[in-house]
């Protein structure tokens, strides 16, 4: 599987930013995807998750403010960023796990939040 992100850049406080990411390959219809972030100096973690049936999944800290969702005829995860902090500044992974519980992971695009 191959995952392909774009949407990432720079943003003033406050802003918005949509993330979009296209897996392609073995697809299989059963599957996860979703987005994980690392700040520098930090672990990477979670962000939000959409399964094939739709079932999503947000962190604390952008639960409110993100919106994740999946198109699945063109196997496309979006992610909608919106009232954007300095502290969501992150490169942000696209994730996939198939149905045998197999991850693979995007290269990351960069998203800062600044004035």
């Known amino acids: 599987v191959q995952l392909q992100a774009s949407g990432g850049g720079l943003v003033q406080p406050g802003g918005s930013l949509r993330l979009s990411c296209a897996a392609s390959?073995?697809?299989?219809?059963?599957?996860?995807m979703g987005w994980y972030r690392q700040a520098p100096g930090k672990l990477r973690e979670l962000v939000a998750t959409?399964?094939?049936?739709?079932?999503?999944n947000y962190a604390d800290s952008v639960k409110g403010r993100f919106i994740i969702s999946r198109d699945n005829a063109k196997n496309t995860v979006f992610l909608q960023m919106n009232s954007l902090k300095p502290e969501d500044t992150a490169v942000y992974y696209c994730?996939?796990?198939?149905?045998?519980?197999?991850?693979?992971w995007g290269k990351g695009t960069l998203v800062t939040v600044s004035s």
């Open positions: 390959g073995s697809i299989s219809s059963i599957n996860t």
């Open positions: 959409i399964s094939s049936s739709f079932s999503t």
């Open positions: 994730y996939y796990r198939n149905r045998y519980d197999l991850d693979y």
